[in-house]
Structures are given as structure tokens and as C-alpha cells.
């Protein structure tokens, strides 16, 4: 059984930083693929980033985190990271792991249609 748990959200304030954790088990982590989606009310789900399985690290951002946002995996551990700097209070949502069988399309690494593993969130809230 595939499990996915987030940790590290919680409240910051705008221009800081939060780091979220996701450990995986129940599966071959190290040939998933990964990534985080975020979820704010009223708003449908969208992919934040994704990190590949190889050594190639191919990692995929969208547009609004570009430069503030960092994903990094840990394949010895089944850990996946979420360095979040220079918070905005845009990104308030919830926060979601997501894993899925490679391969995933570069085209579709960041839509949640893709994934068929998720974590059960972690709540990310910015004040400004």
C-alpha cells in the first residue's frame, strides 16, 4: 500500500521561508516520480514542481514559484523536500505529495491528472 505523509507547513509571514517534508513507503521510490501540488480555497488543484527519479535530476517548476521555490528528493530516505522562500501570501493553500509510475510525460508533470498517489496535505498559510 502506497503512503505518502507531508509534514512542515504551518504559518509564516510574507517574504519568509517553510520547508515541507513528504515521506513515501510502499513502493519502488526510487524510479517514482514526484511532485508537489497545492490546493487554496475555491481554487482548483495546480502542480507547484516536480523532480524526476534518475540521475538526469530533471525538475519542473510553474511559473509562480520560479526562483522561490526549490524541490529536492532524497531516494536513500523516500523523502521528497519543499524549500519555500520569499513567501507570498498567494501561496496560502493546502500543500499535497503526489508519486506516480515513471513515465511521466515532461507535458504532464505538473497536472494532477497524472498522479494516482497523494498525501493527505499539509496547510500552508502566509500573512502579510
Known amino acids: 500500500q502506497v503512503q505518502l505523509v507531508e509534514s512542515g507547513g504551518g504559518s509564516g509571514q510574507a517574504g519568509g521561508s517553510l520547508r515541507l517534508s513528504c515521506k513515501g513507503s510502499?513502493?519502488?521510490?526510487?524510479?517514482?516520480?514526484m511532485a508537489w501540488f497545492r490546493q487554496a480555497p475555491g481554487k482548483e488543484r495546480e502542480g507547484v514542481a516536480g523532480a524526476n527519479s534518475d540521475s538526469s535530476e530533471s525538475y519542473t517548476y510553474a511559473d509562480s514559484v520560479k526562483g522561490r521555490f526549490t524541490i529536492a528528493r532524497d531516494n536513500a530516505n523516500n523523502a521528497l523536500y519543499l524549500e519555500m522562500n520569499r513567501l507570498t501570501t498567494e501561496d496560502t493553500a493546502m500543500y499535497y505529495c503526489?508519486?506516480?509510475?515513471?513515465?511521466?510525460?515532461?507535458?504532464?508533470?505538473?497536472?494532477?491528472?497524472?498522479?494516482?498517489?497523494w498525501g493527505q496535505g499539509t496547510q500552508v498559510t502566509v500573512s502579510s
Open positions: 510502499g513502493y519502488t521510490y526510487r524510479r517514482a516520480y
Open positions: 503526489a508519486a506516480e509510475s515513471p513515465p511521466v510525460p515532461s507535458v504532464v508533470r505538473l497536472r494532477p491528472s497524472a498522479y494516482t498517489y
